[in-house]
């Protein structure tokens, strides 16, 4: 027997499964799993990193006080001190619980929330408990009847991953005001800005109403920046001098950085995705539904379809790879018998639609 044996949570913590690549594929891969932006990012994010790539040897501004202000004035955030960046939000979702949730503490979130949160927790030592759903929607409700005690942190994602429905405004300030203080409520954006301006400064005001509230958010998804790994959190000011504390010194790569910078000022490429996914994510779901597959109304980059049964699922699933097209299976998160495809380029789409056209209509 191996000697040196993981912290027992740690070796009980299942991995996060990710959308992954399509292997053995016979052309271009349509990639619909990962709800990335189909148009890459910004010319001028690309052109920002591109820029300061010769100066590598250099560590990063530990401050980070470009990227925070830039972001602070593209969102009307008016203290950027509270204001952090991390690599991705990924980092934000495992810090903050490192910071408020351990061995004996509970985190909450929701039947069919971002698998993360899970991971997070286990990996964390803490008990991870999962408020139920109706109709793929999270409520106020059962969120509340939820939470005990013990519970440190509450989870949303809104609009949620996978299923992209999401809470009101007012529903989100009604459960704000009767959630216990002792628990931390992360509401996490990361698909925000396909609701618009309006939307993201509700979510942005939110982290205003109380000292508990904490805002994450991403360069992933509308900016297009997945493989840089860049994300934001805006928090109380208590928060995030403990965020600070704990968070590696250079969590960012100056390209990354750079990039973010150059993204948040480029409003007529976030207008133009925004716009793209709007117009394909009406286009799809009435095709999927005229197919005879339901979908929930989705608020963000993707849309997911009930096949039935998991098997006609799962063979939907292999007739799609079997046309080079990848979309994600959600069983893993409770939904078996549907599958979730993101918005992609107008040429994705169509193949994506056509090769479930064929498969519909033999099964
Ligand atoms: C709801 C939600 N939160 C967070 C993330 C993580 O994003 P990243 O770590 O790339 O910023 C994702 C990615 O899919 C997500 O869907």
């Given at each position: 027997m191996n000697t040196i044996q993981p912290l027992p949570h740690?070796?009980?913590t299942k991995p996060y499964v990710p959308?992954?690549?399509l292997h053995g594929a016979k052309g271009p891969v349509a990639m619909l799993a990962s709800n990335e932006n189909p148009f890459g990012p910004s010319p001028r994010a690309i052109e920002a990193?591109?820029?300061v790539i010769g100066?590598?040897?250099?560590y990063p501004d530990p401050d980070y006080g470009a990227l925070r202000s830039a972001i602070a004035a593209a969102k009307g955030i008016a203290d950027v001190s509270r204001v952090v960046q991390a690599a991705g939000s990924d980092e934000l979702i495992h810090l903050l619980t490192q910071c408020y949730a351990g061995p004996g503490d509970e985190v909450l979130f929701t039947e069919h929330a971002f698998s993360m949160y899970r991971v997070s927790a286990g990996a964390h030592g803490a008990t991870p408990v999962t408020a139920p759903e109706t109709d793929m929607t999270a409520g106020v409700n059962a969120i509340l009847g939820s939470v005990t005690a013990r519970t440190k942190i509450l989870f949303l994602a809104n609009p949620n991953n996978p299923t992209g429905t999401m809470l009101s405004i007012a529903e989100l300030q009604s459960l704000q005001d009767a959630l216990p203080p002792h628990v931390l409520f992360v509401v996490d954006g990361a698909y925000s800005e396909y609701l618009g301006p309006a939307y993201e400064a509700e979510l942005r005001d939110l982290v205003d109403r109380r000292d508990n509230t904490v805002m994450i958010r991403t360069f992933s998804?509308?900016?297009?920046l997945a493989a840089m790994r860049l994300g934001w959190a805006y928090m109380p000011a208590a928060i995030a001098q403990i965020y600070?504390?704990?968070r590696g010194p250079f969590n960012v790569s100056s390209m990354a950085a750079a990039a973010g910078i150059a993204s948040v000022g480029d409003e007529e490429f976030l207008t133009m995705s925004r716009?793209?996914?709007t117009k394909w994510r009406a286009i799809m779901t009435d095709a999927l539904n005229a197919m005879g597959l339901s979908t929930p109304?989705?608020?963000?980059?993707?849309?997911?379809s009930e096949f039935g049964t998991a098997e006609r699922a799962a063979a939907a699933n292999q007739h799609l790879k079997d046309n080079d097209i990848l979309v994600r299976a959600i069983g893993g998160y409770g939904l078996p018998t549907k599958l979730r495809t993101s918005v992609g380029s107008a040429e994705d789409n169509q193949r994506f639609l056509d090769a479930l056209k064929a498969f519909t209509a033999r099964r």
């Amino acid at each position: 027997m191996n000697t040196i044996q993981p912290l027992p949570h740690i070796a009980a913590t299942k991995p996060y499964v990710p959308g992954g690549k399509l292997h053995g594929a016979k052309g271009p891969v349509a990639m619909l799993a990962s709800n990335e932006n189909p148009f890459g990012p910004s010319p001028r994010a690309i052109e920002a990193a591109r820029a300061v790539i010769g100066a590598s040897h250099v560590y990063p501004d530990p401050d980070y006080g470009a990227l925070r202000s830039a972001i602070a004035a593209a969102k009307g955030i008016a203290d950027v001190s509270r204001v952090v960046q991390a690599a991705g939000s990924d980092e934000l979702i495992h810090l903050l619980t490192q910071c408020y949730a351990g061995p004996g503490d509970e985190v909450l979130f929701t039947e069919h929330a971002f698998s993360m949160y899970r991971v997070s927790a286990g990996a964390h030592g803490a008990t991870p408990v999962t408020a139920p759903e109706t109709d793929m929607t999270a409520g106020v409700n059962a969120i509340l009847g939820s939470v005990t005690a013990r519970t440190k942190i509450l989870f949303l994602a809104n609009p949620n991953n996978p299923t992209g429905t999401m809470l009101s405004i007012a529903e989100l300030q009604s459960l704000q005001d009767a959630l216990p203080p002792h628990v931390l409520f992360v509401v996490d954006g990361a698909y925000s800005e396909y609701l618009g301006p309006a939307y993201e400064a509700e979510l942005r005001d939110l982290v205003d109403r109380r000292d508990n509230t904490v805002m994450i958010r991403t360069f992933s998804k509308i900016y297009g920046l997945a493989a840089m790994r860049l994300g934001w959190a805006y928090m109380p000011a208590a928060i995030a001098q403990i965020y600070q504390r704990i968070r590696g010194p250079f969590n960012v790569s100056s390209m990354a950085a750079a990039a973010g910078i150059a993204s948040v000022g480029d409003e007529e490429f976030l207008t133009m995705s925004r716009d793209h996914n709007t117009k394909w994510r009406a286009i799809m779901t009435d095709a999927l539904n005229a197919m005879g597959l339901s979908t929930p109304v989705s608020h963000a980059n993707f849309i997911v379809s009930e096949f039935g049964t998991a098997e006609r699922a799962a063979a939907a699933n292999q007739h799609l790879k079997d046309n080079d097209i990848l979309v994600r299976a959600i069983g893993g998160y409770g939904l078996p018998t549907k599958l979730r495809t993101s918005v992609g380029s107008a040429e994705d789409n169509q193949r994506f639609l056509d090769a479930l056209k064929a498969f519909t209509a033999r099964r």
